[in-house]
């Protein structure tokens, strides 16, 4: 979002059908284009539009180019390379917080969602420049109009008049409402996923007669995987590819081609690309390299190719990227160069690296993990993970969504796709670039904390219910669990062994993964003890020690199977003797295929198979070391956690006066980015109803005693300059002083020490002192990926050497609130620790939700410290606060919807 006067908005976003439009701001500039599209438009979409077929379009265009000093907001939305206008939206102020608004869409675009696309962007940024609701009148048979404004989910109301109907709608993007345009953007993505991996005809664009280039190779992968419908090769120079038919250009291939695969050198591309478009072909999997990866002059060439692909509505996978996989037996697409095609399965695998993603496909045939589907989405120029998500949630073949990211385009919208899609089916990812390299320099407490930190990905993946892994390795063992067991109930591990070395660091492992690994109950022992050597330990672990047998065994895990208090097993079994080995595995394979349905278990045993399986009864996880099945099994059953639990609710923050807000911030940006003056800082807490100390502002250190005075009571005063950002470590801060002759002498001993700094105070904070309480601080940063980061810890002087924190993306719901203070160290301390009453929780939570609507308010907002915020046994004070503005990305507000 940017503020009025700044760049011009725009976005690109996906239709019902998956072409790209591109929504912005109008200009005045416009007029001819929009001239254009009134003229194009059917006589029946312009009695729609203007009540009669009859109307001055040049006049119309003229009103809905005119933004600027009367507020009206206009939207057009393009397509192509010569920008054709094909929807248009325009909402003039009446007054009172109130704007009429009005609709265009061309005729072919009707039925695509645009409309909606449209009124989402227009409320959003009428919301944000002081509209609060949006009036419409259309004709009673405008169908189409209707049924967008009663679906848009802003709270409308309807009113019949003769031949019209009158709709009221608020601006306020509402849960309910970004929930329907997330549910049309999800349908766009599963129709340009569908292209992809649905094909009916699939030329590859370099396919080579020398096997061993990529072409051939992926022309080979396609034949012998079986692809269902028709491969056909392009090259100019061969009339026949691994005895295929060839054609010399795409534009010769007799057949519509849904989706071409292109391996041509880089510079070749683009022009491929044309080609491909000038043909109808609805999508592309680039495979060459030479783009963003590569420079300057790759950043270019795949800007134009992402441009020819825009322009035409074609869909794009890569550049840069090893191709596309579908094992579905109508589809049998293998679309990459990799040298054995993966085993069909129920995990839907994407891989952001190419060469990693061979490595994937040879893993899951080396771990027995067949998959559904694989996309290598490369460099991420247009298809991304948020798109293959939106597919594979509703895939009847998917079961398990697995993901190797290196970085994220819109995780906001990557957070709600997978959040949704996390309650149905699991989603484990590998997030690569964990380093402290690259992260930006910040100078709040708050932007300490988040920079040079995974804790952003982790809050996003910990809101989303995704499981995290840190290794490829850890990934494959997390799947191989949850493509073969059951969700455990709980985290109460059973431990059955005949090595106690390797049961102690098999319950190690557990507790450190979050597992529990309690004391089996005194009838299950009982039982155990009846059969097993007096040597044994029946407690838990349960040692067997080295000569129990396949009977053994066999019984121990019958009677672990059935024994309450436990949701897991883990069974280890080391061969003591050569000849003991493979009746004693098929022994525990056997009572492993026996266990509840229910309740997952886990096999350590040598040379088994991960994925061990006859089709004689359940499968079973194995893995080669305890600690593996320990912490793949607590990933489990933390993921499991998650999907137990309630969902949360975003709470409504009522009272904050956006207006006032937008005033403070617009203001201080007219003087570019910097820090707001204490002044400027608490009118914005005052606006948004954050509880600050009473207060007074004074100019010269020789009004602090008045100020004082007429506050009562002990006071705190801080000297302020620009130039000091922590004003604690220049001795700009005195507490608790009482008495003119004691502030007099404090705002003088301020100046001094800021004069000796070579420093000028512009002014004095003097604040009444509020009673101790626990010291947290609450802050959020706008990351230039995330977007804003809400963070609360320990606070303080010391927030940064205690790194007490816990982050969340908003908007939080009452569930991410109270999950991040329950996550502290310091948590104990709000419950009441040592005899001290509690804390005031609810509180501080309500703190939490407004800063987090105040960062979706105002993205202007770069950083904002509360810190200290003391919370006492009733309510929360925010003693000191530093906000920071910068001029935001000149996007839309609804603009979340470039490649994630």
């Known amino acids: 979002m940017t503020e009025r006067g700044s760049a011009v908005r725009e976005a690109d976003v996906v239709c019902r059908n998956g072409s790209t439009v591109h929504i912005r701001e109008a200009s005045p500039d416009d007029r001819p284009k929009v001239a254009d599209f009134l003229r194009g438009l059917s006589v029946e979409a312009r009695a729609s539009r203007f009540f009669s077929a009859a109307v001055d379009v040049d006049q119309a265009a003229a009103a809905a180019t005119a933004v600027g000093d009367d507020g009206r907001i206009g939207l057009l939305a393009t397509h192509g390379g010569d920008g054709l206008v094909v929807g248009q939206a325009l909402a003039v102020p009446s007054g009172h917080g ?26 959003a940024i009428a919301g944000q420049r002081g509209i609060q609701c949006l009036e419409a009148t259309t004709r009673t048979g405008n169908r189409a109009m209707i049924d967008v404004f009663l679906a848009s989910g802003l709270g409308v109301s309807e009113r019949h008049e003769p031949g019209a109907l009158w709709f009221e709608m608020s601006t306020q993007i509402t849960q309910e409402a970004l929930g329907q345009f997330e549910a049309r953007e999800a349908v766009a993505a ?9 094909p009916t005809v699939v030329a590859v664009i370099g396919a080579s007669r020398h096997r061993g280039s990529i072409g051939a190779e992926i022309l080979w992968n396609c034949v012998r995987a079986g692809f269902q419908g028709t491969v056909v090769p392009v090259n100019p120079s061969a009339r026949a590819v691994q005895g295929i038919q060839a054609y010399p250009t795409v534009g010769a291939v007799p057949l519509p081609v849904d989706l071409a695969v292109i391996a041509v050198p880089a510079a070749n591309v ?15 999997v680039v495979i060459s390299a030479g783009f963003s990866e590569v420079g300057e002059a790759g950043r270019a060439r795949q800007h134009e190719l992402l441009g020819v692909c825009r322009a035409s509505g074609m869909r794009l996978v890569g550049p840069n990227c090893m191709g596309v996989v579908n094992t579905d037996p109508a589809v049998n697409l293998c679309a990459t160069f990799a040298p054995e095609g993966p085993e069909p399965g129920r995990i839907a695998f994407l891989s952001q690296s190419g060469a990693l993603g061979l490595a994937i496909i040879e893993a899951t045939r080396r771990l027995g993990l067949g998959l559904s589907s694989f996309v290598s989405v490369g460099n991420k120029a247009d298809i991304s993970g948020n798109d293959c998500l939106a597919y ?10 697995v993901l190797y990211l290196e970085s994220f385009g819109n995780p906001r919208r990557f957070a709600r796709l997978a959040r949704a899609v996390g309650r149905r089916k699991p989603i484990v990812a590998v997030k690569g670039g964990r380093s402290r390299s690259g992260s930006r320099a910040t100078s709040s407490h708050t932007g300490a904390l988040l920079a040079a930190s995974p804790v952003t990905v982790d809050a996003l993946f910990r809101q989303a219910g995704v499981v995290r892994t840190d290794t490829l390795s850890e990934l494959f063992d997390v799947c191989t669990v949850l493509s073969t067991q059951p969700l455990p109930a709980g985290r109460r591990v ?8 390797l049961a102690i660091l098999c319950a190690d492992a557990c507790e450190a993964a979050g597992l529990e690994v309690p004391t089996l109950d005194p009838t299950v022992q009982a039982r155990l003890r009846a059969f097993l050597s007096a040597e044994a330990s029946v407690a838990n672990p349960v040692d067997m020690v080295a000569g129990a047998g396949p009977k053994d065994y066999g019984q121990a895990i019958d009677i672990l199977g059935a024994a309450p208090g436990l949701d897991a097993c883990i069974v280890i079994f080391i061969p003591p003797l050569r000849g003991q080995r493979d009746p004693v595995m098929e022994a525990v394979l056997a009572g492993a295929r026996r266990f509840p349905a229910d309740r997952p278990v886990l096999t350590v045993l040598p040379a088994a198979p991960a994925h061990a399986g ?10 080669p070391y305890p600690e593996e099945a320990a912490h793949a099994l607590g990933r489990a059953a933390e993921y499991a956690a998650w999907r137990r639990a309630p969902e949360g609710a975003v709470p409504t923050v009522e009272g904050a006066d956006l207006v006032a807000a937008r005033a403070v911030l617009d203001a201080a940006l007219a003087e570019g980015p910097r ?22 502002w004074v100019a010269e250190a020789a009004a602090a005693p008045a100020a004082a005075a007429e506050l009562g009571g002990p006071v705190a005063l801080k000297a302020w300059t620009p130039a000091v950002i922590h004003k604690t470590d220049v001795g700009a801060v005195d507490l608790d002083l009482v008495g003119a002759r004691a502030v007099t002498r404090a705002a003088r001993g301020q100046h001094e020490r800021l004069h000796a700094l070579g420093h000028e105070p512009e002014g004095f904070l003097v604040q009444r002192m509020v009673a101790p309480g626990v010291e947290m601080i609450v802050g959020m940063t706008n990351d ?15 927030v940064e050497l205690v790194h007490d924190v816990a982050v969340r993306l908003p908007p939080l719901t009452d569930r991410d609130a109270r999950g991040m203070l329950a996550q502290l160290a310091i948590h104990p301390l709000l419950e009441g620790y040592r005899g001290r009453p509690a804390a005031d929780v609810d509180a501080l939570e309500r703190l939490l939700h407004q800063v987090s609507a105040l960062a979706l308010a105002h993205p202007a907002i770069a950083e904002l410290d509360c810190n200290p915020v003391m919370v006492g046994p009733q309510g929360v004070s925010v003693v000191d606060v530093r906000v920071r503005v910068d001029r935001p990305q000149p996007e839309l507000p609804l603009s979340a919807r470039r490649p994630g």
């Open 392 to 401: 594979w949630a509703d895939d009847p073949r998917t079961d398990i969504i």
């Open 614 to 623: 006859d089709g004689a009864g359940r499968p079973v996880a194995s893995f």
């Open 494 to 501: 059973g431990i059955l062994s005949n090595a106690g070395g």
């Open 675 to 696: 820090w707001l003056s204490p002044v400027e800082a608490m009118a914005l807490c005052a606006a948004h109803g954050l509880p600050v100390p009473p207060w007074r």
């Open 270 to 284: 683009v022009d491929v690309a044309r080609e491909c478009a000038a043909c109808g072909v609805r999508a592309l």
């Open 98 to 123: 109130r704007a009429e608004v009005a609709f265009a869409v061309a005729d072919a675009w009707q039925g695509l969602g645009l409309g909606t696309l449209l009124l989402g962007q227009l409320a």
């Open 784 to 798: 230039s990926v995330f977007g804003p980061v809400i963070a609360c810890g320990a606070g303080g002087t010391a």
């Open 190 to 198: 599963r129709e340009a996923m569908a292209r992809i991996l649905e």
